[in-house]
């Protein structure tokens, strides 16, 4: 019952002094309840009982030592209600009268706000009808302790040496200003700015009656607290120098970087922090590709070189990318690393497998090479042979021809309206007959793979 009054009052945003009273009873019903089932106090005050129509139930004894008064032939706990109830029991009517054993066992205790508590003139007692409870609480006077004034709109009891919300120089002194804040700091000369406080100073090498100014709540420094503080060595890339800590005194003791928001950490915020702006720096450094962050979750676990579509691959991106040739490479090609046939001699293509177009340049040119010679020679050979004629018949030789019985010499003929035009010609022909001899010569010599 004692602890289910106190969760009502409780809901019902019950004053603080009806709470700590219901929090009482309800201790010390617990208690009650403790006698009652171990029965080894001394005087026994509460029993259980049993009967047809109430069944189980607790009787309180009102024996002599007992905290109870016995009121009409009916025996009330400590702080029992007088209240006024129907038939059923339901409670029509409650009085500011209550069982009170320190001032009577047999009749009720009138509880009148404002009048003393049990000759204490600096206790006095306040009826909350409605929750059941005579509150004793202190009397709000300055003979008792208590400062009394208008604060927030409203009169306010504040108990001696209350310090002002928010301005630690203001305190209620009930013997020397009861009805204001009195002012405890000295003044400074000049005034501290910033909303700092001026203080008696006192530090072992101060005299007496100096005072200061204690720049501790505002972040400042200097002899009236208007100095921004300095950082050794100073603070870099936007950071700002605070105070982080003051000696007992108020006088600053460190400094300190402050780095937020400007992408960096660090004591002076030279340190790029991951994932900002600031660029990300690769140890060692990308040989090619660009350095990034790499996150993982919501957090940033270091730098990495990227590597994409620079064609090359590794930690630093310094090894080239090998891609292999699809179809491989034939005909003596080679598979570059961006995945690239590079193919040799007269081959061409994707896969060099197309012999290249070496038609030559002169008048007499039939738009290709024809090789030709001995065809009793391997196919290797026949390759060979091919990639040597491809290298030295140009310029208008529309045949060439390789011979193994002269040593795999490689011959390149011109067409043969060439040597009409030029036996037509008298002179012009033995001139074009011995060019045909030089030529051969010279493209004997070109063609030395075939030697």
């Not at 200097?222 to 050794?232: F, K, N, Q, R, S």
């Not at 690239?340 to 001699?345: D, F, I, K, S």
């Amino acid at each position: 019952e004692a602890v289910a009054a106190y969760a009502r009052a409780e809901r019902a945003n019950a004053p603080r002094a009806v709470l700590h009273e219901l929090a009482k009873r309800a201790a010390a019903s617990a208690r009650a309840v403790d006698d009652a089932l171990q029965s080894t106090t001394d005087p026994v005050c509460v029993q259980f009982r049993c009967t047809a129509e109430l069944g189980c139930y607790l009787k309180f004894l009102c024996r002599a030592g007992c905290d109870q008064c016995e009121i009409g032939g009916v025996c009330y706990r400590n702080g029992d209600q007088r209240v006024d109830t129907d038939a059923s029991g339901n409670v029509v009517k409650q009085y500011c009268e209550f069982c009170d054993p320190a001032e009577s066992k047999t009749s009720w205790t009138s509880c009148v706000t404002g009048t003393p508590a049990r000759g204490d003139a600096c206790r006095e007692k306040r009826c909350y009808q409605t929750f059941g409870v005579c509150a004793i609480e202190e009397t709000c006077a300055p003979e008792c302790g208590w400062c009394k004034f208008e604060d927030r709109g409203y009169d306010t009891c504040f108990k001696a040496n209350w310090t002002k919300d928010g301005d630690e120089c203001l305190k209620c002194l009930p013997d020397t200003q009861p009805a204001a804040w009195t002012n405890v700091c000295p003044s400074c000369t000049p005034e501290c700015a910033n909303g700092a406080v001026c203080r008696f100073a006192s530090s072992p090498t101060a005299t007496s009656g100096a005072t200061r100014c204690d720049c501790s709540s505002t972040g400042l420094v200097g002899a009236t607290c208007d100095d921004a503080p300095v950082c050794a060595p100073p603070c870099q890339n936007g950071g700002t120098c605070i105070v982080d800590s003051y000696d007992f005194y108020g006088d600053t003791r460190t400094t300190r970087c402050e780095c937020d928001a400007t992408g960096y950490t660090g004591a002076t915020c030279d340190t790029c922090t991951p994932g900002s702006t600031c660029p990300a720096e690769c140890t060692p450094p990308c040989v090619n590709g660009a350095c990034e962050y790499v996150e993982q979750g919501n957090l940033t676990a270091g730098t990495r070189c990227n590597c994409d579509g620079s064609g090359f691959d590794g930690v630093t991106c310094a090894m080239p990318v090998t891609v292999p040739c699809a179809p491989p490479c034939a005909n003596g090609g080679t598979c570059s690393a961006d995945g690239v046939c590079r193919c040799a001699g007269a081959w061409t293509g994707d896969d060099c497998t197309t012999r290249k177009d070496t038609g030559g340049k002169g008048s007499g040119s039939s738009g290709g090479v024809d090789v030709g010679g001995d065809p009793t020679l391997p196919e290797a050979e026949r390759l060979e042979c091919a990639d040597a004629c491809s290298a030295a018949c140009v310029g208008g030789f529309a045949d060439c021809k390789c011979y193994a019985q002269r040593r795999k010499e490689v011959v390149c003929e011109r067409p043969a309206e060439s040597f009409l035009y030029a036996a037509a010609s008298g002179a012009a022909a033995t001139a074009v007959a011995a060019a045909v001899v030089t030529a051969a010569a010279l493209l004997v010599a070109a063609a030395s793979p075939w030697w």
